[in-house]
């Protein structure tokens, strides 16, 4: 190689190695600046490729959590039908809708998708029906919480790597993960009380658990509302719980559907369904957008710190947008999430869960592996907690097989 030549690849791998590695000309000031992370818990050295945030992304994606959520129901359990949202399958959704964000708003990219992607790592089987039964069962143990369990399995149960337990993640992507939804101490935290498992953590890696998170956080956040309730529609839609013309009352969903049927009166049902739901997309991130530079433009950041330090968060829907979207929620609720055939199925999902846990409270050496040991001796609030940590992490599909290993008659939840 002539020396023109090797020069010209070592300017070209300094320029990719910026660009790739922890080059931040392209963030706006108020974006988190993985070159200034507050580092990890144990600390690593640096990668010459990748950015912190890149590594955090990476690590999650290649987690045992995260391949879990392949079957793990969202609402409709996974067998029912292949073409319905598992939690894998939202969280990829809700991954896509915040980088688009980040785009928009000159944040980190990565840092965006670490926390869309680890955000429902602490979901139970059969979503929020297994929640209930574990929350009911924990409840004089500190209770159950999908959030603090995510937490738990990021630094503690993921057991992969030689020098220590959990994924050992960046200071901004736990502290996206405990706050996208907002501060939870102080004075705009929502007055509920805070997980024990995340108070424990933050007493000695504190992640400011009364300031704001930052807004790659804030658009992971508000990109799961808008993921979940289009995609909620969508999945009932195509499921027969609702009809398309259920929809006409409805501000939002309402409106987009009457736009489609004017240009495209005779458009078949099911392109229709799709036609609306992606407008519905559309416009709930183009409100978005539009809502957070006009934050920013009042409240000026400049820098992530502002932001955490704010008295509101950047990312919102607008008041009109608000109204529709919390219109949208009380909709699924009424009409979908607790309609007899929703309500059936996790009634029974609720059970599996609850005696699931029963029998190995009971007797532990039926958990599998190395989930029982150690455990003779543990009090009984140890013993609910290693076994509310292996009831959580299973899929739908192996808490069943586990049920009809342990009993006689296993709901057939179809």
Known sequence: MSDAVGSKAEA????????????????????????????????????????????????????????RLKHKTQVFLAYEGDAYRTRLTHTIEVSQIARAFARALRLDEDLTEAVA??????????????????????AEHGGFDHNAQALRVVTALEQRYADFDGLNLTWETLEGLVKHNGPLIGLYATGEPVPQAILDFDAFFPLELGSFAGLEAQAAAISDDIAYDTHDLDDALRAGILDISDLRDLELAGDILREV??????????RTIHEVMRRHITRMVEDVIETALRRLDETGPASAEDVRSGSRPIFAFSDAMRRAETETKRFLFANVYRTPAIRGVMDQAEVVVSELFDRYMAVPDEMKGEWSEALEDASEAGRARRVSDYLSGMTDSYALAEHRRLFDATPDMR
């Open 117 to 138: 992607l680890v955000h429902d790592f602490g979901h139970t089987p059969f979503g929020h029906a297994g929640e209930r039964a574990l929350n009911r069962r924990m």
């Open 261 to 270: 049927e004017k240009r495209h009166p005779h458009l078949d049902r099911s």
């Open 12 to 67: 070209n791998r300094s320029l990719a190695a910026s660009d790739i590695g922890f080059g931040c000309a392209v963030h706006a000031p108020y974006a988190c600046d993985p070159a200034r992370s507050r580092g990890r818990l144990f600390p690593e050295s640096s990668s010459p490729t990748r950015t912190p945030f890149q590594r955090d992304r990476d690590r999650i994606v290649h987690s045992a959590a995260f391949r």
